[in-house]
């Protein structure tokens, strides 16, 4: 069995997310309280009792889902579930990632989220992101190039067949609906974010972000960490920081870094953290790599007998 293990992007965030696995597991429970003491403020206590309002502003979601996917893993391997030959997280899930594969120290990563979360939420209130649902990335990127420029309006998630998540000037976006629904869309929903993400209109966070990452010690990988920004296997931290910075004004190339994996031969992707949603990707991108996730006692259970089972999964 090849595993990759996969951390939770924003939108998963829930009341309550972690608090079964803190309740059972000191590892989990000690990510926590690591958290709190480094932030100064009760990262756990957001995580376990809200309010929603504040666990979805993303100064908050940001770090709150950062430490839930580390608690979700440290879980995990306390019960003695086999190391990932590479890991992947889905935009600030990559921060977890990085963590797991001992490229930042988990004080540091927490650090770089909630600088993150802080640059986001100030980000131009002009910019919005939207999901278009029932079209593949190739139509999608046909009809934004025909009524805008990449300044304007891009892909920003290339999240599953028929599911493209677009990124811009909300007066942009509103003119896109449109033309997309007659080229096919099934859907398109407007996206409650501040800003335009993963989009060029992100360049001045992206430079903030660069600046930010020199205060903190950044190490080679201990294992594979795919690159949201390339789609590519990473081990050289000078490039992982770079990439990391670019994130998040470039396109989030989820299809490809699954599709690599597949073709590294993972045949097992388990994702630790608030919920499901990257496992319901791979399921439309590889349907026949075998998926498990880690967000309570219940699912880790499932995880752990997923992983001492044989897979018979080829590229």
Do not use: Y
């Not at 939108?11 to 000191?26: D, K, N, P």
């Not at 086999?82 to 988990?106: I, K, N, R, W, Y």
């Not at 649902?133 to 139509?139: C, K, T």
């Amino acid at each position: 069995m090849r595993l990759a293990l996969l951390f939770s992007p924003q939108g998963s965030q829930t009341v309550g997310m972690g608090r079964e696995l803190a309740e059972r597991s000191s590892a989990a429970r000690a990510v926590f309280d690591e958290a709190d003491a480094t932030l100064g403020w009760p990262v756990s206590a957001t995580c376990w009792e809200g309010p929603a309002d504040r666990l979805n502003d993303t100064r908050q979601t940001q770090p709150c889902l950062l430490a839930t996917s580390i608690a979700a893993f440290r879980a995990f391997e306390q019960r003695g579930a086999p190391a990932p030959e590479v890991v992947a997280g889905h935009s600030v899930g990559e921060f977890a990632a990085l963590v797991v594969a001992d490229v930042l120290t988990l004080p540091a990563a927490l650090r770089l989220v909630s600088r993150r979360g802080e640059l986001m939420a100030g980000a131009d209130r002009q910019g919005g992101m939207a999901a278009v649902l029932g079209l593949d990335r190739a139509a999608v990127e046909s009809v934004v190039t025909g009524i805008a420029r990449p300044t304007q309006l891009s892909v920003a998630n290339d999240n599953a067949p028929g599911q493209v998540v677009i990124s811009g000037e909300r007066s942009v976006l509103d003119a896109a609906e449109e033309p997309l629904r007659a080229a096919g869309a099934k859907r398109f929903v407007r996206l409650a974010v501040s800003g335009a993400f993963h989009s060029p209109l992100m360049a001045g966070i992206a430079d903030e972000l660069t600046a930010a990452f020199e205060t903190e010690e950044w190490r080679d990988a201990q294992m594979a960490v795919m690159s949201n920004a390339t789609a590519e296997r990473l081990t050289d931290a000078t490039r992982i920081r770079a990439l990391l910075a670019e994130q998040v004004r470039s396109p989030v190339e989820w299809v490809g870094c699954v599709q690599r994996m597949v073709a590294d031969g993972v045949s097992t992707m388990i994702e630790c953290g608030a919920g499901a949603a990257l496992v319901g990707m791979v399921k439309r991108i590889a349907p026949a790599v075998r998926t498990g996730t880690v967000s309570d006692p219940e699912t880790l259970e499932g995880a752990l007998e997923l992983v001492a089972r044989p897979a018979h999964v080829t590229a």
